[in-house]
Nanobody, 125 residues
């Protein structure tokens, strides 16, 4: 069983930065693809970014490419999402997720079998 706990959300002005963290329990989590999703009010949960289980690749949604960076520290069993140049449309609850199947990165939420509780990010002046 894997547990994921997000932190680092908050209120930031447009153009600002935040770094989200996702701490994973369980040694096997190191071998999982780790992803970030977000859900704005009234909208479906959408893919943001992922870091493959092999550590060889990352993938980003077009809406965040060039602004967000996903990274992982296997020694700490933690995944990060560095968010720069934030926009009001980035406002959402951000969720960390893990895909336990050893396969290429998937962007569908159904591919991820472990989820954190979410952390709120609000971008507003």
């Amino acid at each position: 069983q894997v547990q994921l706990v997000e932190s680092g959300g908050g209120l930031v002005q447009p153009g600002g930065s935040l770094r989200l963290s996702c701490a994973a329990s369980g040694r096997t989590a190191r071998r999982y693809t780790m992803g970030w999703f977000r859900q704005a009010p009234g909208k479906e949960r959408e893919f943001v970014a992922a870091f493959s289980w092999s550590g060889a690749s990352t993938y980003y949604a077009d809406s965040v490419k060039g602004r967000f960076t996903i990274s992982r520290d296997n020694a700490k069993n933690t995944v990060y999402l560095q968010m720069n140049s934030l926009k009001p449309e980035d406002t959402a609850v951000y969720y960390c997720a893990a895909d336990s199947v050893l396969r290429p990165i998937k962007t569908r939420r159904e591919a991820y079998d472990y989820w954190g509780q979410g952390t709120q990010v609000t971008v507003s002046s």
